[in-house]
C-alpha cells in the first residue's frame, strides 16, 4: 500500500508558477500510474478532474486539454516523488490538487485510482 502527500500549494497570482510534490511511501512509485487530479471550489467530489497522469511502467504522460502547454508532470524515482509544475496559473486553476495512485496500470481514470492523498490547496488571484 502506498501513502501519498502532496505539498505545494499555496496563494499566487495570475501568471505566476507553482510547483507541486506528491512525496510516496510505503512502495515504489515505479509500479502506478501517478495523477494529478482538482477540485475547483464548491464542486462534488465526482467532478473531480484529471489534470495529468504519468506511468512509472512505461514513462508515458498524460494531460488534460485545458492545461496542455502550461502543466508539466515529472518525477524522481530516486525521492519516490512526482512533481507537477503549474506555468501561467489562471484564476480558474484554482482548485484543490491531490495526486492518486493506481497500482499495476499506466492510465489516471478517477474511478480507478486506488489510493489518495489528501490534497494540497491552490488559489490564483486575478
Known amino acids: 500500500e502506498v501513502q501519498l502527500v502532496e505539498s505545494g500549494g499555496g496563494l499566487v497570482q495570475a501568471g505566476g508558477s507553482l510547483r507541486l510534490s506528491c512525496a510516496a511511501s510505503?512502495?515504489?512509485?515505479?509500479?502506478?500510474?501517478i495523477g494529478w487530479f482538482r477540485q475547483a471550489p464548491g464542486k462534488e467530489r465526482e467532478e473531480v478532474t484529471e489534470?495529468?497522469?504519468?506511468?512509472?511502467?512505461?514513462?508515458?504522460?498524460h494531460y488534460a486539454d485545458s492545461v496542455k502547454g502550461r502543466f508539466t508532470i515529472s518525477s524522481d524515482n530516486a525521492k519516490n516523488t512526482v512533481y507537477l509544475q503549474i506555468d501561467s496559473l489562471e484564476p480558474e486553476d484554482t482548485a484543490v490538487y491531490y495526486c492518486a495512485a493506481n497500482l499495476g496500470e499506466t492510465t489516471c481514470r478517477y474511478y480507478a485510482m486506488d489510493y489518495w492523498g489528501k490534497g494540497t490547496l491552490v488559489t490564483v488571484s486575478s
Open positions: 489534470v495529468s497522469c504519468v506511468s512509472g511502467i512505461d514513462g508515458s504522460t
Open positions: 510505503g512502495d515504489t512509485i515505479n509500479d502506478y500510474a
